[in-house]
């Protein structure tokens, strides 16, 4: 199986910028579908993007499209996630995913995952 490993969160103002990471190792992520879930405390797992094997397709909820960028880099085996122009109900645990069906944005349909990087953004 492929072990993801999420980094680059921390705490940063209103307005600003992080961009997160997820390095993964056992196998290539050019086998899977790569996304990025979000969950805030008392609140459920939300989707945030995914991104197609090779990076040609991309999907964002609309709650983060425009400020989020997803991408990867194959022969890194990472994919990242910058993230500009931050408000404070960004303020969350960010996981990586990784699945294979193209597009998904539900949970389960990402088979493995990493442990999350809080990201808190102040007003």
């Known amino acids: 199986q492929v072990q993801l490993v999420e980094s680059g969160g921390g705490l940063v103002q209103a307005g600003g910028s992080l961009r997160l990471s997820c390095a993964a190792s056992?196998?290539?992520?050019?086998?899977?579908?790569m996304g990025w879930f979000r969950q805030a405390p008392g609140k459920e797992r939300e989707f945030v993007a995914t991104?197609?094997?090779?990076?040609?397709?991309?999907y964002y909820a609309d709650s983060v499209k425009g400020r989020l960028t997803i991408s990867r880099d194959n022969a890194k085996n990472t994919v990242y996630l910058q993230m500009n122009s931050l408000k404070p109900e960004d303020t969350a645990v960010y996981y990586c995913?990784?699945?294979?069906?193209?597009?998904?944005?539900?949970?389960?349909?990402?088979?493995?995952w990493g442990q999350g990087t809080q990201v808190t953004v102040s007003s």
């Open positions: 995913a990784a699945g294979g069906l193209p597009g998904a944005t539900i949970s389960t349909f990402y088979a493995y």
């Open positions: 056992g196998r290539t992520i050019s086998s899977y579908v």
């Open positions: 991104i197609s094997w090779h990076g040609g397709n991309t």
